[in-house]
């Protein structure tokens, strides 16, 4: 349909973003029932030629965002992919995942089973991980890395998740997505990030020294975008929070 159709080529990158949002907005207003998402079949890149900027794919789930709604993307075959050998089951695949992914978007859980709690890991003790956010470009510049951290309790089927950029902490997890899809289209993300990413990664283990009262995994991913972290919750920094 329309809102699939190649970015205008006849305006700057920027304003053909702007317009595909605007014309979603118009379009469709605001989602009547929280949480609602969508799944929307893009004809794939082949339809918008060698130019990046005409796919509206960016577009498309930011302007969704504006209208609080999720969005999840399913794309056909390449051209390319068409004259392989590929399984008819990759289709269906391909279906499923996004799907599923839809389901992972709006924070569902898969049920806990008992002999899980007896044989394994206690899955009964909510977890925790700390993701190191890298640094992202939008139409309206580069912002900077920020931390997230995302919890999980299988008991009561809940994942939340606290960033300095929302507007409340603990937001759950379909909530927190919005979040994220909503800020590509905001024009002052670059300055949004810069002053209100405070929550930091030690700042968050001091919260939980002072609040949390039943065990937590906390979980950090070993990667290059958290190491200059790591001295923010090394032994000796959180040992001078208990004291």
Not at 53 to 69: E, H, L, N, S, V
Not at 176 to 197: D, H, R, T, Y
Request: proline share 5%; with cysteine; charged share 35%.
């Amino acid at each position: 349909g329309k809102i699939s159709d190649p970015l205008d080529s006849n305006l700057k990158k920027l304003e053909r973003f702007q317009k595909r949002i605007a014309e979603i907005e118009e379009s469709y207003g605001k989602a009547d029932i929280n949480p609602t998402a969508c799944i929307i079949v893009l004809p794939g890149k082949d339809a918008y030629g060698d130019d990046e900027y005409r796919d509206p794919k960016k577009a498309i789930r930011a302007g969704f965002a504006a209208t609080d709604r999720l969005t999840q993307f399913i794309e056909p075959f390449s051209e390319e992919e068409e004259d392989e050998d590929t399984p008819e089951g990759d289709s269906k695949h391909r279906v499923e995942s996004a799907v599923y992914d839809l389901y992972r978007q709006l924070g569902y859980l898969y049920p806990l089973k008992e002999k899980r709690k007896e044989k394994e890991a206690d899955f009964t003790v909510p977890a925790m991980g700390v993701w190191i956010v890298d640094k992202k470009n939008t139409v309206y510049g580069g912002i900077e890395k920020f931390p997230v951290f995302i919890k999980t309790d299988y008991v009561s089927g809940q994942v939340s998740v606290d960033c300095g950029l929302f507007p409340r902490p603990n937001m759950l997890y379909w909530e927190a997505c919005l979040e994220f899809q909503k800020m590509p289209g905001v024009k002052e993300i670059k300055e949004i990030v810069k002053k209100n990413s405070f929550l930091t990664v030690k700042a968050k283990m001091t919260e939980l020294f002072n609040t949390q009262k039943q065990p937590l995994l906390v979980l950090v991913k070993s990667d290059r975008n958290n190491q200059s972290f790591w001295k923010q919750i090394s032994d000796t920094e959180l040992s001078k929070e208990e004291r």
